[in-house]
């Protein structure tokens, strides 16, 4: 099972993937040798075509959590960028200057762009980077996975964290007079329906918009200005439903909506593809919880976070870094702790498929500890205040029978 990274990385994988097969199938050819995993990048699968995404979405997870990442992690990442500024998905000889031939892509760039600009330090990479990102931006406000790509949700969105991540506001970054906001609004499935408020990867050859869990989840945080971190905002007590969009936010809280009842049934989302048996979506799943908390509805995500923690160790084991990652992003969003996550340590794990981080924060005081944790749950739907609560007043009624025992013991 590889990682979920986005509709476009994979749509683009296939793409490439097709393009290879007569080459890797011809008779008589031998399989290319896997290539040599450099020691500065994360994980040890093949990093063809995630390189760049995974140790970004890697160095984001460990800052979001205070991890310090290695140096030479950064600079493996760093040192990935053309001189155009883009980025491509892996370049195994970063020395040899890219070309017409060197794939770049705007997922690979905006998310070395949130990395980076996250970590700090890196002003003439992150600029660079962004200044090709609005070359290649479309008519219609958008961006596709390759340059001159038709515009897709998932691209859209990861280029609009890339722009905030750098503080540069998204409508004011604009083609043809359209801005990505007015390309996320046209790929938002209209109210009405069973799927009113999702978001489409992309409109179908007749024009129509079919709802996409992955491409709603990614868009969402878009059209709220956020990165592939979120930024959860305060609760939002006003109840979820699709409603006629007039604005950016809007269009984000219709499809907010939409993956609270795409949650509803299992309390996951599912991988659906064609002649195979649908799967649970893990990673697209995470992705739909930062969503929920950057619309001010993580209380909606709580039992998708514990869904998660429930199931999710095999597909982040087999997965690597993204996915731990991807898991990191999703508890700190939703409170839960990363440290702690189904009695795992995630951001233990995410350090254990790198170089070994420059430094790691204190670690958090008992009270600390204690206050993160009642903000959840148990199943049974009991605070955990209420059982602390009951724990003082045993522990104040057990200290008064000591004090009058005492008392009656005393000459």
């Not at 007039?246 to 809280?253: K, L």
């Amino acid at each position: 099972m590889i990682v979920r990274r986005s509709a476009a990385v994979l749509a683009a994988t296939v793409v490439i993937g097709t393009a290879l097969a007569p080459a890797a199938v011809a008779e008589g050819a031998s399989p290319s040798p896997a290539p040599a995993i450099p020691s500065g990048l994360y994980g040890t699968t093949d990093p063809t075509y995630d390189g760049v995404w995974r140790q970004s979405l890697a160095l984001l997870a460990q800052h979001t959590v205070g991890v310090k990442p290695a140096a030479k992690a950064v600079g493996w990442l760093a040192g990935q960028q053309c001189a155009n500024g883009a980025f491509a998905a892996y370049r195994a000889d970063a020395s040899a200057k890219c070309d017409a031939k060197t794939m770049v892509d705007t997922n690979s760039t905006s998310a070395a762009v949130q990395a980076l600009a996250a970590l700090g330090g890196h002003g003439g990479e992150t600029g660079k980077a962004v200044a090709w990102l609005e070359s290649v931006q479309n008519k219609d406000g958008g961006w596709g996975y390759t340059a001159g790509g038709a515009s897709d949700a998932n691209s859209t969105s990861v280029v609009i964290g890339a722009l905030a991540a750098v503080g540069t506001k998204a409508a004011d970054v604009s083609k043809g007079g359209k801005s990505p906001y007015d390309a996320l609004s046209k790929l938002s499935v209209p109210c009405g329906g069973a799927d009113g408020g999702a978001f489409a990867y992309q409109p179908d050859k007749k024009g129509k918009l079919a709802a996409n869990a992955d491409a709603t989840a990614a868009a969402v945080v878009g059209a709220l200005g956020k990165g592939l971190a979120g930024e959860p905002l305060k609760p939002v007590a006003d109840p979820l439903s699709c409603k006629a969009a007039t604005s950016a936010e809007q269009t984000a809280r219709n499809g907010a909506a939409y993956l609270v009842k795409a949650l509803a049934k299992d309390q996951h989302l599912t991988s659906v593809m064609p002649g195979a048996k649908d799967q649970p979506d893990y990673g697209n799943t995470a992705d739909a919880v930062v969503a929920l908390a950057t619309a001010g509805h993580g209380d909606k995500a709580a039992d998708a976070m514990r869904w998660l923690e429930a199931h999710s160790a095999q597909w982040a084991e087999q997965s690597g870094p993204a996915a731990y990652a991807q898991l990191v992003l999703a508890a700190d969003a939703a409170t839960f702790d990363p440290r702690d996550f189904g009695g795992r340590d995630l951001v233990k794990q995410l350090n254990a498929t790198g170089p070994a981080p420059a430094s790691l924060p204190a670690e958090p005081t008992a009270s600390a500890s204690a206050a993160k944790a009642a903000k959840k749950k148990d199943d049974s739907g009991v605070s955990v205040w209420w059982i602390i609560g009951v724990g003082l007043v045993g522990g104040i009624g057990i200290g008064f029978l000591i004090s009058a025992r005492n008392k009656k013991q005393q000459p």
